[in-house]
C-alpha cells in the first residue's frame, strides 16, 4: 500500500499561497469527489481543473453517510460509492494524477474510512501519493489530539474548519492547530450551492485573518457563481466552489465544469493596484 | 493505540467524544453546560419529577411475572413496565429531561429523529406539552412501515420530514437530523432518542433514563429485600438498556445483559448487532462499536424490530463491553416474534418487538440467570405499534 519508489510530491501548500499572493490574487480550490461521475472520469475532472486554473483542489473521499455535506455531494458520494470507489482507490486516482499535475491536493472526507484503513497507514500513504493537506469534517480541532498528531506525523497539512459558530478563543486555538490553510465556512449548514452570501461574511473573515497566526483563510460553503467568488476572493485569501462544480457535472459533463473553473479564476483575477509578481515566488518542483 | 485513547474528556474509556462538525462545538458547549447548571438546580429536578409523576405515569411498577417463571421453570422474574408509561415506552422519560432543558436555553425549535416513530411521538408529545415548535426526520421506508405513527406525530402539531437518502432509515434520519442542527443550530435543540450522538448526549440521555434502574432498585429492594441477580434489556442505541444498568453498574454481582438484534442471523450479514458483530468507529459523533465494511462504510441494519434497526450502539455499552462489566447476546428476529407472541398469551402483556428480544432471551437462559437472584427484564415498549406489522409478518408464513 505504501509506494516504494519516490513519488512526485506535488506543491506545497504555502508555496502555493505564496505564489497567489505574489501574483496579487486568492487561490481558487475547487472541490471533487473522488468517483464521480466514475473513477475514470473524476481523474479527467481533476486534469482538466488543473489545466484550467485551479490553484489548490480538494478531493472528496467517498462516505456512506456524509453528515456534514448537502443532497449534491451526498448524490456524488452515493454515485462513486456505487461505482465501486474506496479509499484505497482515491489515492490511486491521486497518484495518477500527481503523475502529471503539481496542483496540491487536499483530501476531504470523514474520519470512519481513515480509521478502518489505519490512522498511520493512510498519513503515510496519503502523503506518498501526493497529497499536501487532510481535511476531515468530523475530526474538530482538540477532539482527539493524539488522532490528529498521527494523522499529520507524515508530512499531510491537517486542514481546519472554523464556523460562524466558533467562539474567538477558540479560533486562536484553532489557528494553532492549524497548517496549510483555515478554512472558514461561509454560513452555518452543509455544504451546497447557495443564491446569496451573508453580508457580513467580509467582517468575520476579517476577524479570523486576525487571529490566524498568518495562516490563510479561506472561505467556503455556498459559493455558486463567479460573481460570488470575486466577491469572496476580496476578502479571503482562497475560495472553494465544490457543489456548484458537480451541479454543473450533472448538466454540462468535462467541458462544462472546465469552462465553469476557467470562469471562476478569470472572476478572481483581481485588476486592481496589485502590481504583478516582479520577482517569482519559491520555484514550483516539477 | 486505540483513537480516542489520549483523551478522556467526553468519554467511556476510549469511546464516545466528539466527532462532529466545527459548527456544532459551541453549541455542544452550551449544552453540556446548561445541562450542567439545570442538574445543580433543585427547580429544574422538582418539576421534572413532577411530569414524570404525573404526566408520564411514573413510578412505572416493577410486576412479577408468575406464568413466565412457571413458563422457564425458575424466577423470580420481574418486569419492569416502561410500557405503561405515557406514549407507551421509556422514551418520554428523556424528551421530557430534554424539553426542560431546551426551554432552560432559550430554543423554541426542537428536532429529532425517528425509526420505528417511538421517540418522534414521544417528542412530539412533549412539543406539544410545552408549546414548541416540532420538526420529525424519519426515513421513507419507516415512514411507510409506520404510517399510524407519522399521523400520531401530526395530531400532536409536529412536521415528519420524510428522508430518502442512503437506506431511507434511522441512520439517514439521523445524518438528515443533524444537517438540520448544522443548519439552524442557533435557535435550536435537537432531541435525540438514545444514547447515541456527540458527548454530552450518551451521558445526559443516560441520566434521564438512569430512573428506570434506579426505581427498580428500590422496587426490588421492597419485595425482595435484595439486588437484582441479573438486569435483562435491549439493545438498539441503548437507552432502556444504559438507562435500567445504570444504578447496578457499581454492583459487581449483578450480571447486565444487553440484547442485540441478530435480524436474519448474525451469519446472513443482516442484523443490527454491533457489539457481537462489528468493530469500533465513527458514526453520528462518536466512538463505538460500528457495523461496517472493510473501507469503513457503514453497513445497513436489519431488524425486524424498526426501534433496534441501527448500525451503531450507545459509546457506554462499548465500554462496558470492553470492561467485562456487561455481557450482549443476541437474539434472531424469529425468536423475538416467537417471544412477542408467547409473553401476550402467557401474561397478557403485548411487548414491543424491541423489548421482546430481551423476553426472548429470558425464555431461553432464564434458568440460568435465575440462579443468582431475580431477574429483571425491561419491558421497554408495549407493543399495539407492531401488532399490524406482526399480523402481516403472521400472514406471510402462513399461520
Known amino acids: 500500500m505504501i509506494d516504494r519508489v519516490p513519488a ?8 502555493c499561497f505564496a505564489r497567489c499572493r505574489a501574483e496579487g490574487r486568492a487561490a481558487l480550490i475547487p472541490f471533487l469527489t473522488c468517483g464521480y461521475p466514475d473513477g475514470q472520469q473524476s481523474l479527467e475532472l481533476l486534469r482538466g481543473m488543473a489545466r484550467s486554473g485551479a490553484d489548490i483542489i480538494e478531493l472528496g473521499i467517498p462516505f456512506s453517510d456524509p ?39 487536499v483530501l476531504f472526507g470523514y474520519l470512519n474510512p481513515i480509521l478502518r484503513y489505519g490512522v498511520d497507514e493512510f498519513a503515510r500513504a496519503a502523503a506518498g501519493a501526493g497529497a499536501q493537506g487532510l481535511l476531515l469534517t468530523d475530526v474538530p480541532a482538540g477532539s482527539d489530539p493524539a488522532l490528529e498528531e498521527r494523522l499529520a506525523a507524515h508530512g499531510l497539512d491537517l486542514i481546519r474548519l472554523i464556523a460562524p459558530t466558533t467562539s474567538p478563543e477558540r479560533i486562536a486555538l484553532i489557528a494553532g492547530a492549524g497548517a496549510g490553510f483555515l478554512y472558514y465556512i461561509s454560513r452555518t449548514g452543509i455544504t451546497g450551492a447557495r443564491a446569496q452570501l451573508r453580508r457580513a461574511l467580509g467582517q468575520e473573515v476579517e476577524a479570523v485573518k486576525q487571529r490566524s497566526a498568518g495562516i490563510p483563510v479561506v472561505v467556503g460553503f455556498g459559493i455558486s457563481t463567479p460573481e460570488q467568488a470575486a466577491d469572496v476572493a476580496a476578502v479571503a485569501d482562497g475560495v472553494v466552489v465544490g457543489s456548484a462544480l458537480i451541479d454543473r457535472c450533472e448538466q454540462a459533463g468535462a467541458e462544462g465544469v472546465q469552462e465553469f473553473v476557467a470562469a471562476l479564476r478569470g472572476a478572481m483575477q483581481r485588476d486592481g493596484p496589485d502590481p504583478p509578481a516582479t520577482s517569482p515566488p519559491t520555484p514550483c518542483p516539477g | 493505540m486505540t483513537p480516542g485513547a489520549s483523551t478522556t474528556e467526553h468519554r467511556f474509556g476510549p469511546y464516545g467524544g466528539r466527532y462532529v462538525p466545527e459548527t456544532l462545538i459551541t453549541a455542544l458547549d452550551e449544552l453540556t453546560a446548561a445541562w450542567r447548571d439545570a442538574s445543580a438546580d433543585p427547580a429544574f429536578a422538582e418539576e421534572l419529577r413532577g411530569l ?5 405515569g411514573r413510578p412505572s411498577p416493577l410486576y412479577r411475572a408468575p406464568r413466565v417463571e ?9 418486569l419492569k413496565r416502561e410500557d405503561l408509561n405515557h406514549t407507551g415506552a421509556h422514551k418520554i422519560n428523556n424528551t421530557l429531561g430534554q424539553a426542560l432543558l431546551a426551554r432552560w436555553m432559550g430554543k423554541r425549535r426542537i428536532i429529532a429523529e425517528t425509526g420505528a416513530g417511538q421517540h418522534g411521538v414521544a417528542t412530539a408529545t412533549v412539543c406539544a406539552l410545552f408549546d414548541l415548535e416540532c420538526v420529525v426526520y424519519m426515513g421513507t421506508e419507516d415512514v411507510e412501515r409506520q404510517a399510524l405513527n407519522v399521523y400520531r406525530m401530526e395530531l400532536l402539531g409536529a412536521e415528519v420530514r ?41 451521558r445526559m440521555v443516560r441520566d434521564f433514563q438512569a430512573v428506570i434502574g434506579e426505581e427498580t432498585r428500590a422496587q426490588l429492594e421492597a419485595a425482595e429485600g435484595r439486588l437484582p441477580g441479573a438486569v435483562v434489556a435491549c439493545v438498539g442505541g441503548g437507552s432502556n438498556a444504559m438507562g435500567i444498568f445504570h444504578a447496578f453498574v457499581p454492583f459487581g454481582d449483578v450480571r447486565l445483559v444487553g440484547v442485540e438484534a441478530a435480524g436474519e442471523g448474525l451469519d446472513s450479514g443482516r442484523h443490527s448487532a454491533p457489539l457481537a458483530a462489528g468493530a469500533p468507529g465513527v458514526l453520528h459523533g462518536s466512538l463505538s462499536y460500528l457495523l461496517q465494511d472493510a473501507d469503513g462504510q457503514v453497513a445497513p441494519a436489519h431488524s425486524i424490530s424498526a426501534g433496534l434497526d441501527y448500525p451503531g450502539v450507545g459509546p457506554e455499552h462499548s465500554w462496558l463491553l470492553d470492561e467485562g462489566r456487561a455481557e450482549y447476546v443476541t437474539v434472531t428476529d424469529d425468536r423475538a416474534l416467537a417471544a412477542f407472541h408467547r409473553l401476550s398469551r402467557l401474561e397478557g402483556l403485548i411487548p414491543a418487538l424491541e423489548s421482546a428480544h430481551a423476553v426472548a432471551h429470558v425464555f431461553e437462559a432464564g434458568a440460568e440467570l435465575a440462579r443468582h437472584g431475580p431477574v429483571v427484564v425491561c419491558l421497554s415498549g408495549r407493543g ?3 401488532v399490524a406489522h406482526v399480523a402481516r409478518l403472521s400472514g406471510d408464513r402462513g399461520r
Not at chain 1, 512526485?8 to 508555496?15: D, E, F, N, V, W
Request: glycine share 10%; proline share 8%; charged share 20%.
Open chain 1, 8 to 15: 512526485p510530491t506535488g506543491m506545497s501548500l504555502a508555496q
Open chain 1, 67 to 105: 453528515l456534514a455535506d448537502g443532497p449534491t455531494i451526498q448524490r456524488s458520494s452515493f454515485q462513486a460509492l456505487e461505482g465501486g470507489m474506496t479509499t484505497e482507490g482515491t489515492l490511486e486516482v491521486l497518484r495518477a494524477f500527481r503523475a502529471g499535475h503539481d496542483t496540491p491536493v
Open chain 2, 52 to 56: 414524570l409523576e404525573n404526566y408520564a
Open chain 2, 70 to 78: 412457571e413458563a422457564i421453570g425458575a424466577g423470580p422474574v420481574y
Open chain 2, 162 to 202: 420524510p428522508v430518502d437518502s442512503g437506506s431511507c432509515t434511522l441512520k439517514d434520519a439521523t445524518n438528515e437530523a443533524i444537517r438540520d442542527w448544522v443548519t439552524n443550530v442557533r435557535d435550536t435543540h435537537y432531541i435525540i432518542g438514545s444514547v447515541v450522538g456527540p458527548d454530552p448526549f450518551p
Open chain 2, 384 to 386: 399495539d405499534k407492531d
